[in-house]
């Protein structure tokens, strides 16, 4: 599964880094997340619960951010294991950019994200996967976005830049 | 009254206990003290596994027990085997990697069971497996088949991942056709690899008693006695004596529950090894992962011709995947049940073909209704087919002129089968008849006229059914002999139990089989009662699958009636104080020739059970009478399937105008049940022709793991099909029948490919022929000229 999109967030991209390495920041976020802990330098805990078409699992696993380059851009790389309701591997890139909207700094955020899934999550949920996880961000990014903001009525417009 | 049954379309006797919902599977047996099983499985294709750890879910809520492939190691346990020895053309034997009951190091394949939770409800039972910590190293997985041999070793015994590198046949002289040919047509194919899908899942009940030290297993199995033999004489779970197995009724097999699986055996194990009476049914989702799969196989083959049409050669090779590990049958299903079949109707005097079978990270793959046959079938029909579109000749004509000859049998192919009997211009003139081939221009002229593409395809199929002899079995590598067995009791009051080895899991056994003894002795057929599916009620048997039933089981019990009819014979001329000589039997009197009494069937059940006055020493009390069936050569049913089809190009979907279904089945005892059996062939092989494909990722995860991705037909799918017979009665067997359980699954996806084949104007697509495919195809064809 392959999945490449981007936003703007009306912040300066250095505020947007910042979010973006804040663990509570990224818990509050996260649709579903249980927990969340911090186990090393860049290296986390976590439980996340998702659903994906009729498969409900509580996924635990461990991500780790890498080739972290501020404020510009990092890698995820993440695995969690859900039990019968099988795996997901995958990572993310994640780079940003500063632009302008409406005369203020903003950043373009734009991020690719390849997945693998196993066990019953690709037997019987296979092809529901791509719509689960764009999802996934929409309610990731939206959290994310108005936390940074502190504005609750923003309604994110997110790209999808290809399709595979 | 003898003869008033046979060819009489009798009601089904079981089928009001299936309407009326009491109909009573494994999984509707309730006993006192019961638990239930979920077994945990890899969720990957290929792992080593570095631990377990039980610790959670033993203290989890309900759990009784929990047994890992640990425990099956500790204790001994025999692998799983493949009943059929096959070798390669070195000569060496086939090469078989150990399947164990519970993997304990490495899995080989997704959905492979590796552990057992035993609970005090199915839920507990099924919560507590996800709390089994099972630490598994995932390895790269094996997947493609056709790149199998190329890829990493998967066991160290098994170099290059085959299983063997058969061969059949003359190659020098397939060689010297192909040299010798004004024409040799090539073909390059994908047998799409299925999922059977009965409609009963998988199930098991295991229950020890251990007073008796006795376990029971009642189980959906189309065989129980092969279940017990290899329990017990391979696995060792128990003595054969100790262990009953009982089939009750079974919802559908398809071949899939042949085999002998990991999930009944541990069951059977546990169920001794903890004290319990344990159940266990598979979910669908099981069922899809674990259920051995069917065909997957690629093939190239070259067809030599001469100019004026004349088949001169036919040249193959294939590649078979069997998945990880060697199924109960799988190792004969591409070897003697495929290269044996691949003269079809012809006269093709050189074939020879090779046969790779490679071992994947995939679930095993095994027989699957007409295993090998529909294979072979829709190699040979579509090679014809496309022979015959290329050198400008008329299908059915091509074919008329290779037929294999009404007075040309016995006929010896070169592929080792050697026919007995058949008309196959009779089927194929029928067929094109009942389709109206004449007049099929001008219905293509017409959809042409509304924008629409029609193809008509024909398939001239040949099985080799009725699965025996056992000389011939044997001398093929057969672990066992292909008899059956069969025992007509006759009670004091003149009704009749029927005992058969066969099983009945849809078939409608116990209306065919009481027929068949019931004509033979003049009874109604209401006081014939036909019992199957017992190991403590029967002789040993070897089942129901390769369309044996009637063929096989029959026979033997249409031998066991004739001995009941010498044994009564023998008793009415005591009883009338006559010779044996002087009495004839018209069922059902038994009357003496040389005067006007006689002694009705029920007078001579009643005087065989109760009389005082036997001259012990020449002739015994009762009437019952047994029969082991051997035959002495295979059957071979035929017949021609045409198939018509409309495409719409804009959308790529294949409409069904007609099938029509021209089988010789031989005798025929109750053409309802055989149009039934046609139906429901037709339905799984036109399901493969247009829907069904078992799809595995490339890290081999099955995608297509349940109906959302399967595609199962619907009715919707078919036109209403068209069934005609013809009749060659099988000369070897004393009921005259051929089989006619799997003729529709082999005849027709050539038949609807065909005709699709034909409607794109010669674009090859592999089976399924998805809308999107063809779609795609109609995309690359010339401009359409539309009204």
């Known amino acids: 599964m392959e999945l490449k999109q981007q936003l703007v967030i009306p912040r300066a991209v250095e505020a947007v880094w910042q979010a973006l390495n804040d663990p509570e920041m990224l818990q509050h976020s996260l649709p579903g997340c249980q927990h969340f802990e911090q186990t090393g330098d860049n290296a986390y805990d976590m439980t996340v619960s998702a659903k994906i078409g009729p498969v409900k699992a509580t996924f635990n696993g461990a991500i780790a951010l890498q080739n972290l380059n501020p404020p510009f851009s990092y890698e995820i790389s993440g695995e969690g294991k859900g039990g019968v309701a099988g795996f997901a591997k995958g990572g993310a890139k994640v780079s940003l950019k500063a632009v302008t909207e409406s005369g203020e700094p903003a950043t373009q955020l734009s991020y690719s994200v390849e997945a693998a899934v196993g066990g019953k999550i690709a037997q019987v949920g296979g092809r529901l996967i791509q719509g689960a996880a764009r999802k996934m961000a929409q309610d990731f990014f939206t959290q994310f976005v108005r936390r940074l903001c502190d504005d609750e009525t923003i309604e994110l417009v997110i790209e999808t830049i290809e399709t595979p | ?787």
């Open chain 2, 1 to 787: 009254m003898s003869g008033s049954l046979i060819g009489k379309s009798v009601l089904r006797k079981e089928d009001h206990r299936f309407v009326s919902g009491k109909g009573r599977y494994t999984d509707d047996i309730q006993l006192v003290g019961l638990t239930y099983a979920a077994f945990v499985r890899s969720p990957y294709a290929r792992a080593d596994i570095k631990s377990f750890d039980v610790s959670d879910a033993l203290a989890a809520p309900g759990v009784i027990a929990v047994l890992t492939g640990e425990e099956v190691a500790k204790d001994g346990l025999g692998g799983l085997p493949c009943g059929w020895m096959i070798h390669s053309k070195d000569g060496s034997e086939m090469r078989q990697p150990h399947h164990p009951v519970l993997a304990a190091d490495r899995v080989n394949y997704l959905g492979e069971p590796v552990a057992l939770v035993i609970a005090d409800t199915q839920l507990e039972a099924k919560n507590a497996a996800e709390l089994v910590m099972v630490d598994f190293e995932p390895l790269t997985a094996v997947v493609n088949p056709a790149t199998a041999s190329q890829a990493e070793t998967l066991y160290e015994a098994v170099p290059n991942n085959l299983c063997y590198e058969w061969e059949l046949g003359d190659e020098a002289a397939t060689e010297a056709g192909l040299a010798a040919a004004a024409h040799v047509t090539t073909l390059k194919l994908t047998n799409n690899r299925l999922i059977p899908n009965a409609i009963e899942p998988r199930a098991a009940l295991a229950e020890y008693n251990s007073g008796t030290d006795e376990i029971i297993l009642h189980t959906t199995s189309q065989n129980p006695h092969l279940v017990r033999l290899i329990m017990t004489a391979f696995v060792q779970i128990a003595p054969e004596h100790k262990l009953r197995v009982i089939a009750p009724d079974v919802g559908g097999g398809f071949g899939s529950k042949i085999f002998i699986y990991s999930e009944e055996t541990a069951l059977a194990w546990a169920a001794k090894k903890l004290g319990l009476t344990i159940k266990w049914t598979a979910d669908r989702s099981e069922s899809f992962l674990t259920d051995a799969h069917g065909r997957d196989h690629v093939s190239e083959a070259q067809l030599a011709l001469s100019a004026d049409g004349e088949f001169l050669a036919l040249k193959v090779k294939t590649v078979a995947n069997m998945g990880a590990y060697l199924s109960t049958f799988a190792s004969a299903v591409p070897t003697y049940l495929y290269g044996t079949l691949l003269a079809g109707q012809y006269r093709t005097p050189a074939i020879y073909v090779e046969v790779d079978s490679v071992f994947t990270n995939t679930a095993p793959v095994d027989a699957y209704r007409g295993a090998g046959r529909p294979e072979a079938t829709y190699l040979v029909e579509r090679i014809v087919e496309k022979a015959a579109a290329e050198m400008g000749l008329d299908p059915a004509e091509l074919r008329r002129r290779n037929f294999i000859g009404r007075d040309q049998f016995p006929y010896q192919t070169p592929v080792a089968l050697e026919y007995d009997t058949g008309d196959y211009e009779a089927s194929l003139h029928k067929a094109l008849k009942m389709a109206d081939y004449n007049t099929f221009s001008a219905r293509q002229a017409e959809a042409e006229a509304r924008g629409k593409l029609r193809g008509i395809g024909l398939s001239c199929y040949i099985e080799a059914c009725g699965l025996a002899p056992s000389q011939v079995a044997g001398a093929l590598g057969a672990g066992v002999g292909l008899w059956e067995s069969g025992e007509v009791r006759v009670n004091p009051t003149g009704s009749v139990t029927v005992l058969t080895g066969s099983h009945s899991h849809g078939q409608g056994h116990e209306t065919t089989f009481a027929q068949l003894v019931a004509d033979r002795l003049g009874l109604p057929i209401e006081d014939v009662e036909v019992v199957h599916g017992d190991t403590g009620k029967l002789d040993f048997g070897l089942g129901t699958y390769g369309s044996r039933s009637l063929a096989v089981g029959g026979s033997a019990l249409s031998v066991a009636a004739d001995k009941v009819v010498e044994k009564g014979r023998k008793i009415a001329a005591h009883l009338l104080r006559t010779d044996v000589d002087n009495i004839d039997f018209d069922a059902p009197v038994f009357k003496m020739i040389d005067s006007n009494e006689s002694k009705t069937f029920q007078e001579i059940a009643f005087a065989a059970y109760v009389n005082h006055d036997y001259p012990s020493e020449e002739l015994e009390p009762g009437l019952a009478e047994k029969a082991f069936y051997d035959p002495l050569n295979f059957t071979y049913p035929a017949g021609t399937h045409i198939c018509e089809v409309e495409i719409d190009p804009d959308t790529g979907v294949v409409e069904i105008i007609q099938f029509v279904a021209v089988d010789d089945f031989g005798t025929i005892i109750n053409p309802m049940i055989v149009e039934g059996q046609v139906h429901g062939g037709l339905a799984q092989g036109i399901g493969q022709a247009l829907l069904e494909q078992a799809v595995y990722d490339d890290t081999g995860q099955l995608i297509t793991g349940s109906y959302m991705d399967y595609c199962m037909p619907r009715a919707d799918n078919f036109p209403d099909f068209k069934v005609g017979m013809t009749c060659t009665p099988c000369t070897h067997n004393p009921v005259g029948a051929k089989g006619c359980g799997e003729a529709g699954a082999i005849g027709s996806p050539p038949a609807v490919m065909n005709a699709i084949t034909q409607a794109l104007g010669g674009i090859e697509i592999d089976m399924p022929a998805t809308s999107e495919k063809v779609w795609r195809a109609v995309q690359t064809m010339p401009a359409l000229k539309t009204a």
